[in-house]
T-cell receptor, first 115, second 113 residues
Framework: AQKVTQAQTEISVVEKEDVTLDCVYETRDTTYYLFWYKQPPSGELVFLIRRNSFDEQNEISGRYSWNFQKSTSSFNFTITASQVVDSAVYFC????????????FGQGTRLTINP | NAGVTQTPKFRVLKTGQSMTLLCAQDMNHEYMYWYRQDPGMGLRLIHYSVGEGTTAKGEVPDGYNVSRLKKQNFLLGLESAAPSQTSVYFCASASQGFSYEQYFGPGTRLTVT
């Protein structure tokens, strides 16, 4: 069975601090996708990144960066110089390429950036 | 393009009442999904569909039924609502074998009293 674990339920930091959100997954598939979604207080789900299991290169997008390590089954997300607008719930998710491309979500991490 | 839309946005039901949530997508996606989101539990898959006329159970299907009579619409029904079904419901759609990204609707907040 597939499983995604986000052990950090809530994180609170002061603005401009760097913060890392952890994501650990379990799957028997050799090919899969990993995702991060952001859910701001307004409630919608915002797509942040998709990573193929064959591509272990880290990715940086502005203040956001992602570290994918297949050896430890982790896909961590770092926000550099955090801002109040980064306050949200962040979800990590795993997609099997077989069947109906179903997503398995982690429990989510509520990130609060204090001014 | 509207993307994925959900109707209604909010609803309050009494225990035992029934209702239908409508999801519509205009991206010609083959796959559609219904999730529920509860505090501390992330999103959990209720039912999904891989094409018009087909549906399948997800992780938490009990108490819900679905139908996909048209490719662009995916309906979620509650025949006899229970307080345990108080949740935020998200619909999503995806293109088969393309980017594997699911596109989400804005959500429906349902309260059962």
């Amino acid at each position: 069975a597939q499983k995604v674990t986000q052990a950090q339920t809530e994180i609170s930091v002061v603005e401009k601090e760097d913060v890392t959100l952890d994501c650990v997954y379990e799957t028997r598939d050799t090919t899969y996708y990993l995702f991060w979604y952001k859910q701001p207080p307004s409630g919608e789900l915002v797509f942040l990144i998709r990573r193929n299991s064959f591509d272990e290169q880290n990715e940086i997008s502005g203040r956001y960066s992602w570290n994918f390590q297949k050896s430890t089954s982790s896909f961590n997300f770092t926000i550099t110089a955090s801002q109040v607008v980064d306050s949200a719930v962040y979800f990590c998710a795993l997609c099997s390429l077989q069947g109906a491309q179903k997503l398995v979500f982690g429990q989510g991490t509520r990130l609060t950036i204090n001014p | 393009n509207a993307g994925v839309t959900q109707t209604p946005k909010f609803r309050v039901l009494k225990t035992g009442q029934s209702m239908t949530l409508l999801c519509a997508q205009d991206m010609n996606h083959e796959y559609m999904y219904w999730y529920r989101q509860d505090p501390g539990m992330g999103l959990r898959l209720i039912h999904y569909s891989v094409g018009e006329g087909t549906t399948a159970k997800g992780e938490v299907p009990d108490g819900y039924n679905v139908s996909r009579l048209k490719k662009q619409n995916f309906l979620l029904g509650l025949e006899s609502a229970a307080p345990s079904q108080t949740s935020v419901y998200f619909c999503a759609s995806a293109s088969q074998g393309f980017s594997y990204e699911q596109y989400f609707g804005p959500g429906t907040r349902l309260t059962v009293t």
